[in-house]
T-cell receptor
Framework: DTAVSQTPKYLVTQMGNDKSIKCEQN?????MYWYKQDSKKFLKIMFS???????INETVPNRFSPKSPDKAHLNLHINSLELGDSAVYFC????????????FGPGTRLTVT | GESVGLHLPTLSVQEGDNSIINCAYS??????FIWYKQESGKGPQFIID?????DKRQGQRVTVLLNKTVKHLSLQIAATQPGDSAVYFC?????????????FGKGTHLIIQP
């Protein structure tokens, strides 16, 4: 059973389009995250949600909008895609509170042409 | 954002040898550190963690050492195997608890040579 799953695995789209990436965790965790990994493998947090509430919104363009319909899901919607948005996006989850260990999904490779 | 740093070296070791991956951090307030392994095309996978009240922690074939005096963290992998080939990241916690997310270093590519 996959603990943290993301769809799609690959996403190729043109500049200016709007796209969404879905994430689901079946671990019963309270906290979920989105990270961006650039071409140099650098991982940087974008958002974190705790029990469906936004906790962190790092310096991310407002074209990126996370949505958490319930605490098992955290989706990422991106408007007006730009070339610089090309990256691998990882969803993760953790128990939250004093628990820092995060479980990562397999990633979504986004390519904007 | 840049408080946890690694150069991005490639470390090449012979199969069966031990490997040591190093990491420097700059946030003295961090109290939790974690090592992740990322294989090609996959998400980061937890290896081992350590809290700041410890200086050493051992797992299966892995040991993490924490030196708070010089803000240094290392991951030792014993008797390396081909499956150990991956990019390894150190990370530290944010100041606001688990919901803060982790600050990652830049990664070290470990290559195991037969």
């Amino acid at each position: 059973d996959t603990a943290v799953s993301q769809t799609p695995k690959y996403l190729v789209t043109q500049m200016g389009n709007d796209k969404s990436i879905k994430c689901e965790q079946n671990l019963g965790h309270d906290t979920m995250y989105w990270y961006k990994q650039d071409s140099k493998k650098f991982l940087k947090i974008m958002f974190s949600y705790n029990n469906k509430e936004l906790i962190i919104n790092e310096t991310v363009p407002n074209r990126f909008s996370p949505k958490s319909p319930d605490k098992a899901h955290l989706n990422l919607h991106i408007n007006s895609l730009e070339l610089g948005d090309s990256a691998v996006y990882f969803c993760a989850s953790s128990l939250g509170g004093s628990s820092y260990e995060q479980y990562f999904g397999p990633g979504t490779r986004l390519t904007v042409t | 954002g840049e408080s946890v740093g690694l150069h991005l070296p490639t470390l090449s070791v012979q199969e069966g040898d031990n490997s040591i991956i190093n990491c420097a951090y700059s946030n003295s307030a961090s109290d939790y550190f974690i090592w992740y392994k990322q294989e090609s095309g996959k998400g980061p996978q937890f290896i081992i963690d350590i809290r700041s009240n410890m200086d050493k922690r051992q797992g299966q074939r892995v040991t993490v050492l924490l030196n708070k005096t010089v803000k240094h963290l290392s991951l030792q992998i014993a008797a390396t195997q081909p499956g150990d080939s991956a990019v390894y990241f150190c990370a530290e916690n944010g100041s606001g608890g688990g919901a803060d997310g982790l600050t990652f270093g830049k990664g070290t590519h470990l290559i195991i040579q037969p």
